[in-house]
């Protein structure tokens, strides 16, 4: 037995516990606890990415899902009242009948993925092993992720930057995170 | 599988464990206090699950991802507290006034 089987074990527990997150979420109507949930949940998925070897993946989600998103929930939240109202039965059964069809297109092109790990995958053989052999001697840093992200496609991600950026101020004028021109009974 | 290895396993295992109660303590609450605390022990578990989790299969780089993982908890958690007390993230340190005490124990806000 390697590490490698061993930590399928863990992926399964994590999965596990992300699914009962995600009911408990669906089921609770204090938003404060919604929120503390959605950030254990970027929490175990994170983990969760590491256990499956993408290490940046990993990274991104724990800084955006559990750091900044939390925050800007709480943030929204504060905008609005603390309990969520009940929704209707027939709303939940909605909901459910398009996330069911949607689950059962998911699994019908599952056929159509690769085995995990497969070493003819187009990742595998097409330009990524050009990316592979290149880095070490153009970029010189051990990542190639890194080396793709700020090197080979920079300018697409200066594009992403400026993109993100402008979602950023964009949220963070609507939510008023600075706490001025608030009215006097809320500042208090 | 080498004693090391078992003992990497079990130690992952009770990890999961101490995350399954976490779970508990953030579903049954019951106020916002006991679920800030909670959100920030089960980092602290993830992070050391990183740590085993590194040492299990020999990646030293998943330690660096809980190093990062231990500051953005720190982090988060502060700033959730702060914005709970202050409702802004841009009142610096100095000028704090000592927070109004909750009624009823957070739940009010």
Known sequence: MTGADITQYFDYLFMVMLLFIGLTIIRLQNLFAVVMLTGVYSLIAAAWFVSLGAADVAITEAAVGAGISTVLLL???????????????????????????????????????????????????GPGMAYIERTPDEINIPNVVTAVLASYRGFDTMGEVFVVFAAGVGVALLLNLSGRGRREEDGE | MTFTA???????????GAMLLMLVRLFIGPT??????????????????????ALAVGRADSLDIALLYALINFVATIAILKFFSYRSLEVALDDMKPARPRDDAGEGV
Do not use: C, Q
């Not at chain 1, 069911?100 to 993925?113: R, S, T, W």
């Not at chain 2, 078992?6 to 999961?16: A, E, K, N, R, Y």
């Open chain 1, 75 to 125: 943030a929204a939240m504060l905008l609005t009242a603390g309990e969520a109202k009940p929704t209707s039965a027939f709303r939940h059964w909605a909901a459910l009948v398009v996330m069911a069809a949607a689950g059962v297109a998911v699994f019908y092109a599952l056929g159509d993925l690769p085995v995990y790990g497969a070493a003819d995958t187009p990742a595998n053989t």
């Open chain 2, 6 to 16: 078992i003992i990497d396993f079990t130690v992952g295992l009770m990890l999961v």
């Open chain 2, 32 to 53: 916002l206090y006991d679920r800030v605390l909670a959100v920030n022990a089960f980092g602290a578990k993830i992070v050391l699950f990183l740590a085993v989790f």
